[in-house]
């Protein structure tokens, strides 16, 4: 959703003391193979969870956040440097976006992502059932906490799917249902 309520509070980023570093540095040093194995299955799953289905994309963020999980549980229990590495390095990430994230809100908020892009595209089905026809501009007063371009993206993965057509219609799309749409991606 795009409302400034459902914001979450930024995250306090830990900062470490030069020991703690160095705990990391040698947590990595000597278990660096265990480390990149455990890396590289995340990264096998979390990579390959894009341009699928929406139920396979989901399966494999939870298979991805599964092999996370595995890295977080051999990080925290095999040493204090083995905690403060995870921390660092998937626990505190930051971008121009937020200062304070980590890897498993970014998986989670992706599979939440899913779930609503799956409800508001069988809502925007569901209005053009009811209604015979619909404005695609009017789909922004219809549903004004989600974003433009959001919506754009799901009437044209509809279209893509077979699922409706669009016909220009002055500054928008009239949107009309096609006939056999009794299969859902």
Same mark, same amino acid.
């Given at each position: 959703?795009?409302? &400034?309520?459902?914001? $979450?509070?930024? $995250?306090?980023?830990? +900062? ?9 540095? %040698? ?8 480390? #990149?194995? =455990? #890396?590289?299955?995340? *990264?096998?799953?979390?990579? *390959?969870?894009?341009? =699928? ?7 494999? =963020?939870? =298979?991805? @956040?599964?092999?996370?999980?595995? @890295?977080?549980?051999?990080? +925290?229990?095999?040493? $204090? !440097? !083995? ?17 304070c994230f980590s890897q498993e #809100?970014?998986?989670?908020? /992706? ?13 925007? @089905? ?5 209604? %015979?026809? +619909? ?13 433009? #371009?959001?919506?754009? /993206? ?9 699922? @409706?057509?669009?016909?220009?219609? %002055? ?7 096609? &006939? ?5 991606s």
């Open positions: 959703m795009n409302n &400034e309520d459902t914001k $979450k509070p930024e $995250k306090k980023r830990l +900062y470490f003391s030069e020991r703690d570093e160095e705990l990391s540095d %040698g947590f990595w040093l000597k278990h660096h193979a265990k480390i #990149e194995k =455990l #890396e590289s299955d995340f *990264y096998d799953a979390y990579n *390959y969870a894009f341009d =699928l289905t929406p139920t396979e994309e989901i399966e494999k =963020l939870y =298979l991805a @956040l599964a092999q996370l999980n595995r @890295l977080k549980e051999f990080c +925290y229990k095999t040493s $204090k !440097g !083995g905690k403060v590495y995870f921390i660092d390095m998937w626990e505190q990430m930051h971008n121009s976006q937020s200062l #809100e970014v998986i989670i908020n /992706r599979i939440e992502k899913i779930r609503e892009d799956e409800i508001l595209k069988e809502k925007i @089905l569901n209005i053009i059932r009811v209604t %015979g026809t +619909y404005i695609q501009k009017d789909l922004y007063r219809e549903f004004p906490d989600f974003e433009r #371009e959001r919506l754009q /993206r799901l009437v044209n993965y509809l279209e893509i799917k077979g699922l @409706l057509t669009k016909i220009k219609k %002055g500054n928008s799309y009239q949107l009309f249902l096609v &006939e056999n749409d009794t299969e859902h």
